[in-house]
């Protein structure tokens, strides 16, 4: 998601500052919405980038159709494959998804992007 920030049709502004009182860590937040793009359009997201290491360290949600609050999700375990980070721990409450064997590529085959 970090790298899909300026795709076509993102909104993105900043929304402030924020501090973490837990961890006393100093975020900008970003929110994100879209014009007219995907199937939920009116999905929406706020990013938090922590100031000293410039890493998404968490982000809320509020889908299309939900009700507030956003839902918060923590970015942890970052990695780096071959000069890209990526978090391999989401957390939400007692829900962690994990991102394992992460793999990168140099270039992609001619067919890997065509329809089957």
């Known amino acids: 998601m970090p790298y899909k920030l300026r795709d076509p049709g ?69 990695e780096e494959h071959d000069g890209l980070w990526f978090p391999t721990a989401h957390k939400n409450g007692n829900r962690t998804l994990y991102t394992r064997a992460v793999e990168t590529a140099a270039e992609a085959k001619p067919k890997e992007f065509t329809a089957p």
């Open 10 to 78: 993102v909104t993105l502004k900043y929304d402030g500052e924020v501090k973490d009182s837990t961890t006393a860590a100093v975020y900008d937040r970003l929110a994100l919405s879209f014009e007219n793009v995907g199937m939920t359009p009116g999905d929406r997201y706020w990013v938090y980038v922590n100031r000293a290491n410039h890493r998404v360290e968490k982000w809320e949600h509020l889908l299309q159709g939900m009700p507030p609050p956003p839902v918060p999700w923590t970015w942890e375990g970052w």
